[in-house]
Structures are given as C-alpha cells and as structure tokens.
C-alpha cells in the first residue's frame, strides 16, 4: 500500500524559533499534498493544499507567512512553522494523494503526524 | 464552517455489540471516506464510497450513503476492544476534504 511518512514524529522547541516537519510519499508520487493540524479531542482542519512545483492555497484564517510550505517534489513537502508560539503547538498531519489515480476516486494517504510543542 | 457532522460525539458499547456512527456533509461530493484514528496516533483509511454508491462493505464494516440526505452511516459489526477509536468522516470534492467532527467509540472488554 501507499505510504507516507514524516519527520519528526514530535518535536519540542522554544518560543521564537521555527520548526521544519518533512512529509514523504515512500512509494509513489504525491501530486497533491495536504496539512491538516488537530487541537486535543477535535477533528482535523485542513490548513492547506500543496501542488508539486507550484504554491499552496492556505485555507481561510491560516497565516501563510506563518506557516510555510513548500512542494519541491513529488515525493516532499515541508511545513515550516515559523516564529513559533505556545498557541502553535498541536497535532500537525500531512496527506497524499496518488497522481496517478482518477481524481473520482481519490484516496488520500495520511502520515503519522508529527506533535508539536512550544514551550 | 466546511466541517461535517458526526453523531454521536461518543459511544460505549459492549464488545460484541454493533456499533453505528453517522456522518452529515453539507456540500455535493465525489466520494466520502470514513478514518479510524487511535489515541494520539496518525488517520487510518478504512473505506471509501463513491457518490453513486449507496452502500459498501468491507469486512466488519458496512458504509451507506444518501446524497440527498447528504448523510452516510458507519457500521462495525461484532465489535471488538481493538475497535477503541475515533471515526471521522471526510466527504471529498474534486481538491479535498473536509473532515467530520468524528465519533469517540469505546468498547468495553
């Protein structure tokens, strides 16, 4: 099966500074690739979408100075979270979806979300 | 706000037991899949139903769908304790999807 990773799996850091989480399609190519972040017992939000070669469409009321992606390939994106806050910290999971799929019938395969911790 | 609705927010049943969970979207869609999330842990894929489909089984797990009621149900028959999860549903458009507000799902040894 389709399997997308991401590194770090958690990640503790100080208020002020940025963090870079990597989100890796292992085994097939991820044209479009999503960033979603979960708060504690709440359902995922979309932040944005990233197609390879071309910049991300932020959802409504996500800081895209904040929250930098970058799709250089078919197989990474990364999301910075830049100037990090204590409000920052939260569940952060990225999804992939198989270029090579019919878009009817598109699957997004999620990584294993990285936990982010601003102290 | 995209996000769909789940009900019930949480379900705690007997192992053994059936367990239902449903799932309302408020734009047309593709598809609509269904994700089990344990604890902390990242979304595992468990079906997905096309917008022509009406029902889908895979397993233990029975999917329906009516787009005019713009509504889908989640079946787990013969629950199991290793069922203990979250549910969400995410209906799909053509560029993405918009998750559910999920189903806490306890089962009791």
């Known amino acids: 099966g389709a399997v997308v990773s991401q590194h770090p799996s958690w990640v503790i850091c100080k208020s002020g500074t940025s963090v870079k989480i990597e989100c890796r399609s292992l085994?097939?190519?991820?044209?479009?690739m999503f960033w979603y972040r979960q708060f504690p017992k709440q359902s995922l939000m979309l932040m944005a979408t990233?197609?390879?070669?071309?910049?991300?469409?932020?959802e409504q009321g996500v800081e895209k100075d904040k929250f930098l992606i970058n799709h250089a390939s078919l197989t990474l994106s990364t999301l910075t979270v830049t100037s990090a806050h204590p409000e920052d910290s939260s569940f952060y999971i990225c999804?992939?979806?198989?270029?090579?799929?019919?878009?009817?019938?598109?699957?997004?395969?999620f990584g294993p979300g990285t936990r982010l911790t601003v102290t | 706000s995209q996000q769909g609705e789940e009900d019930p927010q949480a379900l705690s049943i007997q192992e053994g037991e059936n367990a239902t969970m449903n799932c309302s979207y408020k734009?047309?869609?593709?598809?609509l899949q269904w994700y089990r999330q344990n604890s902390g842990r990242g979304l595992v894929h468990l079906i997905l139903i096309r917008s022509n489909e009406r029902e889908k089984h895979s397993g233990r797990l029975r999917v329906t769908l009516d787009t005019s009621k713009k509504s889908s149900s989640l079946l787990i028959t013969a629950s199991r304790a290793a069922d203990t999860a979250s549910y969400f549903c995410a209906s799909g458009g053509y560029q993405k999807v918009t998750f559910g507000t999920g189903t806490k799902l306890q089962v009791i040894p």
């Open positions: 990233s197609n390879e070669g071309s910049k991300a469409t932020y």
């Open positions: 085994d097939f190519q991820a044209t479009t």
């Open positions: 734009t047309s869609i593709n598809n």
């Open positions: 999804s992939a979806r198989n270029g090579t799929r019919l878009l009817w019938d598109y699957e997004q395969y």
